[in-house]
């Protein structure tokens, strides 16, 4: 048994949960990422002690006490009421319908509560509220769909929110959520209970928010070495696969990139470096962090010492490419060498689809490539006279294929071969830097 009434008022109750646990983090983590602790584990829930049909006669007074201060300070009470007897409460539970419904209920909490408020004083309360709530769920043994929910929330917080559409103000994270992330990060446990790798990477993307506006300076060392930790931590977490713990790094990169963006330091700059260098890492996570480079205002330091940076940057388009070639050279024997109608098209029936025959997949290969070409040209703004030149050559090298890339009318097997010539300039251009340490070269178009 706990006792929640600092969040939540009086409730108390610790019923079971689902033994399969599956949590979808977004585009980037995968549902593997909670897919241990094989047998059935109790989850922490708060039963809302409104009926649906008690909430549904609060909400309106709700909606009017956003936008009429007034009102407001008369139904407090009742404001309370909906969010700690019902709202927060349905954030907690953990039937399937409850958990599908996490990712609505956060989002209109804060479009039609905390960022309708009209009223700073309103917004406030709402959000200290929600603060209070948001650090409960995140600390405590509740399901880890609703833990990544809440620290999701916490990252969404404000001091002061943005307002307009057509020229938003910018937003000022809210230096309390700040902390609570930060503290996410720190420790291990809280009273026992373990930060799960769900919270963890859900603090990661709120610090990268709040690191992108802009935190108070007071935090900003602890902010900095969370993440610098989190990149040099080489064990994999509990739960966690190696390419989530790839994309955690990913995601405290970031967090780096933002935090300096107007006064690059060395060591951050060496991290960088090291990242995009790491062979352990695949070419999109390494090509992800190239592009952070653009984040950083490089104009604003003088000769910045970055000749690890280059060196990485150009072993990146070498192996970029160098697998583009390899996929450019599998088009042409399949085009060249294989039973292909040119012009023509197979139709498998009156209502298949038509199928045009192989493909060389350019999208890919251009979105690295471009990621590695507008982190460069930030950082050339800061470089010394020799590695400047390095990297203006590299970038010059790589810029047909970019610009063919792009360009529709352009066919594929004309695009493999300037694919597979491009990879052995580059090859020919990283290998000039460090003839010792470089690459072999990588061959140009054979159609023998």
């Known amino acids: 048994m706990c006792d929640y009434s600092g969040a939540f008022g009086a409730s108390k109750l610790r019923i079971p949960g689902p033994a399969v646990l599956r949590l979808c983090l977004g585009i980037l983590i995968a549902a593997s990422l909670c897919a241990s602790t094989a047998q059935a584990q109790r989850y922490k829930t708060i039963p809302p002690r409104l009926t649906t049909k008690q909430a549904k006669a609060l909400r309106l007074t709700v909606a009017q006490a956003m936008r009429d201060p007034v009102i407001f300070a008369a139904q407090k009470d009742k404001v309370d009421q909906y ?110 209970v373990k930060v799960h790798p769900s919270v963890l990477t859900g603090a990661l993307v709120g610090l990268e928010r709040h690191a992108r506006f802009g935190i108070d300076s007071k935090y900003a060392q602890r902010l900095t070495k969370v993440a610098l930790d989190t990149i040099a931590e080489e064990k994999l977490p509990d739960d966690v696969t190696k390419d989530i713990h790839h994309w955690m790094k990913c995601r ?10 107007e006064r690059p330091t060395a060591e951050v700059q060496q991290t960088l470096a090291k990242l995009i260098a790491n062979a352990d890492f695949d070419l999109e996570d390494r090509c992800c962090v190239a592009l952070l480079l653009k984040t950083i205002d490089y104009a604003q330091v003088v000769n910045i010492d970055a000749t690890d940076t280059v060196a990485a940057l150009g072993q990146l388009a070498n192996e970029v490419l160098k697998e583009g070639a390899d996929s450019a050279r599998d088009y042409q024997q399949e085009m060249l060498g294989g039973n292909v109608n040119f012009g023509r098209r197979n139709r498998p029936g009156r209502f298949g689809a038509e199928d045009d025959g192989p493909k060389y997949e350019r999208r890919q290969l251009l ?50 071969e300037l694919v597979i010539e491009t990879a052995g300039a580059v090859s020919r251009e990283v290998k000039s830097w460090n003839p010792a340490a470089a690459p072999a070269d990588v061959p140009d178009a054979d159609f023998s």
């Open 83 to 192: 969010f700690k007897q019902y709202y927060f409460p349905t954030m907690t539970l953990t039937t399937g319908e409850a958990l599908g419904a996490l990712g609505k209920k956060r989002e209109d909490l804060f479009r039609r509560y905390i960022r309708a408020a009209t009223d700073p004083a309103t917004q406030a309360h709402l959000t200290d509220l929600t603060l209070k709530v948001a650090q409960v769920l995140c600390k405590d043994n509740y399901h880890h769909a609703v833990r990544y929910n809440a620290v999701l929330i916490l990252g969404m917080l404000d001091e002061q929110y943005s307002v307009g559409v057509a020229n938003p103000t910018q937003p000022v994270p809210l230096p309390a959520g700040t902390v609570a992330l930060l503290e996410l990060l720190e420790q291990e446990d809280f009273k026992g």
């Open 252 to 261: 405290a990169a970031s967090v780096l990139a933002y935090q300096v963006q």
């Open 367 to 416: 979105s690295r490539l471009e990621s590695i070409n507008d982190g460069g040209r930030s950082l050339i703004a800061g470089l010394a006279d020799d590695t400047k030149t390095q990297l203006e050559n590299l970038l010059e090298a790589i810029k047909q294929v970019r610009l063919s890339a792009k360009d529709k009318n352009l066919g594929d097997l004309e695009l493999a």
